[in-house]
């Protein structure tokens, strides 16, 4: 039989505190979304901001019944950020998903396992932003078939947005909204652009437009808002970070 073998650890104290300046978002997304942790970390760079995401099961195709099937999630999804108490606030990541479920119904929902805690929403997100802006005509671009584009029109239209120039990619799933590349969305968001508008509206969470933001601003002469900087920009002011974050649009410059 083997003889035991003696262990021995020296007891060390640490040397310096936590951070106490850490903030954790917790993110809520689409069980098929493979994009948006991505994009929000090429926004930003401040290692003070920790992003941690679960994710809810999503059911292609995303018709306007199966994201409505979001919210009975939201709960559930919430109560797996332990321990309670330590993320106050939380980004439901899906823009068609929020223009269908109201902020107050998903607010209800997360509060229920996470009392006290914030929401906020690609949809929340961009009509705040909106508001801060003083937009109340936009283009709006997205990669949606008519049903979900049109009720995304309507929540815009409920909060008194104006759509005067539309565009979608009409993708029937979600892994080709993912599959556009930065420089189909630029192309195509320069091609119906309208002096009507005052600020172009990119919504969906799978569109890589985190490197194309400050370019298209400077082509198109407007604001550009997009549902992961919206989101970001959201989540932050209600984190209360102040700093400005310079490369992705004048609205995080805010």
Not at 72 to 100: M, Q
Request: negative net charge.
């Amino acid at each position: 039989m083997p003889s035991e073998t003696a262990f021995y650890t020296t007891h060390v104290e640490p040397s310096y505190p936590a951070v106490a300046t850490e903030t954790v978002i917790g993110l809520i997304t689409p069980s098929n979304d493979v994009l948006t942790e991505l994009e929000l970390r090429r926004m930003m760079h401040d290692d003070i901001i920790s992003f941690c995401a679960a994710r809810m099961k999503h059911h292609e195709p995303s018709t306007v019944e199966n994201l409505c099937r979001h919210v009975d999630e939201i709960a559930k999804i919430g109560e797996l950020f332990d321990p309670p108490g330590v993320v106050k606030v939380f980004a439901y990541a899906c823009t068609s998903g929020s223009a269908i479920i109201s902020q107050k119904r998903l607010e209800e929902e997360l509060q229920t396992t996470r009392p006290g805690a914030s929401l906020t929403s690609p949809m929340t997100g961009a009509l705040r932003a909106f508001d801060r802006l003083g937009v109340k005509r936009i283009a709006m671009l997205t990669p949606y078939i008519d049903q979900v584009g049109a009720v995304v029109t309507e929540a815009l239209s409920r909060s008194g947005i104006s759509v005067c120039a539309s565009a979608s990619f009409h993708c029937k799933n979600d892994s080709d909204i993912a599959g556009l590349s930065p420089e189909s969305i630029f192309e195509a968001s320069c091609s119906f652009n309208t002096s009507e508008a005052e600020a172009l509206f990119i919504p969906c969470t799978l569109l890589r437009t985190s490197s194309i933001i400050d370019r298209l601003e400077a082509r198109l002469g407007k604001p550009v808002i997009t549902a992961n900087q919206a989101m970001l920009w959201d989540a932050l002011r209600l984190a209360q970070y102040g700093k400005p974050i310079v490369g992705h649009g004048q609205l995080l410059k805010l």
